[in-house]
């Protein structure tokens, strides 16, 4: 399979803590973007980092990459409970249009 | 910014009968649009990818003829689940990568379907 795997699959945190979350991928990628999803809901876009990248940042989230590890994490900086939420991972395969999802972190922030 | 919707939102149905979900874009010209399907706390899984005007093509495992996929416009792609059974039930999620894009990372997600076969 070429899905990526993500860990941790769950995480648990108190409010104003840190969460990092990492993904990798088997193959060669031209981007690699990280989405959120609500229970039951549709895909919220987070970030996108692109191969030659290797940091990017947005408001409380920072993506790192690595193309040599072929790995990439997510950190969310002082969470809230409105941060409760799975996060995948996505890469985008090169010489395709094609997104492979990763297997998923299910966070849950305690208030 | 670029819209994507998926209609119905959710169906429910008889086991046997066939099922169509609709994926447009409603503010751009999309040449490939793909399916994924995700079920119950698990992560996406792409099903096919959509080309206007040509047949689509199948993810390793997926049965061609059990999820028909029609992309006949540039703005809508249909997946038909034929003969649909309780396994079937799933979250279905389309995605559209715009027309213009001169870039592999402008693709754009719809809400999602969510079928329940009975």
């Known amino acids: 399979s070429q899905q990526g795997e993500e860990d941790p699959q769950a995480l648990s945190i108190q409010e104003g803590e840190n969460a990092t979350m990492n993904c990798s991928y088997k193959?060669?990628?031209?981007?690699l973007q990280w989405y959120r999803q609500n229970s039951g809901r549709g895909l919220v876009h987070l970030i996108l980092?692109?191969?030659?990248?290797r940091e990017k940042h947005s408001g409380r989230l920072r993506v790192t990459l690595d193309t040599s590890k072929k790995s990439s994490s997510l950190l969310i900086t002082a969470s809230r409970a409105a941060d409760t939420a799975s996060y995948f991972c996505?890469?985008?395969?090169?010489?395709?249009?094609?997104?492979?999802f990763g297997t998923g972190t299910r966070l849950k922030v305690l208030a | 910014g670029a819209v994507v919707s998926q209609h119905p939102s959710w169906v429910i149905c008889k086991s046997g009968t066939s099922v169509k979900i609709e994926c447009r874009s409603l503010?751009?010209?999309?040449?490939?649009m793909f399916w994924y399907r995700q079920f119950p706390k698990q992560s996406l899984m792409l099903m096919a990818t959509?080309?206007?005007?040509?047949?689509?093509?199948?993810e390793q495992g997926v049965e061609k003829d059990k999820f028909l996929i029609n992309h006949a416009s540039l703005t809508l792609s249909t997946l038909t689940v034929t003969s649909a059974h309780p396994e079937d039930s799933s979250f279905y999620i389309c995605?559209?990568?715009?027309?213009?894009?001169?870039?592999?990372?402008?693709?754009?997600f719809g809400p999602g379907t969510r079928l329940t076969v009975l």
């Open positions: 980092i692109r191969s030659n990248e």
């Open positions: 995605s559209a990568r715009a027309l213009a894009a001169t870039s592999t990372d402008t693709q754009y």
């Open positions: 996505a890469t985008g395969l090169s010489g395709t249009y094609k997104y492979i």
């Open positions: 959509s080309n206007e005007g040509s047949k689509a093509t199948y």
């Open positions: 503010d751009f010209q999309a040449t490939t």
């Open positions: 193959t060669s990628i031209n981007n």
